[in-house]
């Protein structure tokens, strides 16, 4: 499975963005594709996540309300609108997808449950 992410850029604090990630290869697979990101001298942390099959949706509280992850089953592609973003948004977002079936309640928030990653798109938020 190849992941291409785009749509990062440089913006104004309130502003927004759409993030894609294409998957390619054999997705058949995909149980959930999540989105993490990566600030300046900080960890990878979960941003939020998608359940493949059914749309469920989850996200970390910094972005709750203000992202929405979303997918396209048939362009195979993810999506994550953020909205008013804020200069602590500012961050490599990588997207990444899983092949792990875990029953309904589980979320999908742990980068060890992710196998393929995308190469990241920078997300600049000035103030």
């Known amino acids: 499975v190849q992941l291409q992410a785009s749509g990062g850029g440089l913006v104004q604090a309130g502003d927004s963005l759409r993030l894609s990630c294409a998957a390619s290869?054999?997705?058949?697979?995909?149980?959930?594709m999540g989105w993490f990101r990566q600030a300046p001298g900080k960890e990878r942390e979960f941003v939020a996540s998608?359940?493949?099959?059914?749309?469920?949706?989850s996200y970390a509280e910094s972005v709750e309300g203000r992202f929405t992850i979303s997918r396209d089953d048939a362009k195979n592609t993810g999506y994550l609108q953020m909205n008013n973003l804020s200069p602590e948004d500012t961050a490599v977002y990588f997207c990444?997808?899983?092949?792990?079936?875990?029953?309904?309640?589980?979320?999908?928030?742990?980068?060890?449950?992710?196998?393929?990653w995308g190469q990241g798109t920078l997300v600049t938020v000035s103030s």
């Open positions: 990444a997808t899983s092949t792990r079936a875990y029953p309904g309640d589980i979320v999908y928030n742990s980068a060890r449950v992710f196998s393929y």
């Open positions: 998608i359940r493949w099959s059914n749309g469920r949706a």
């Open positions: 290869g054999r997705t058949m697979s995909t149980r959930a």
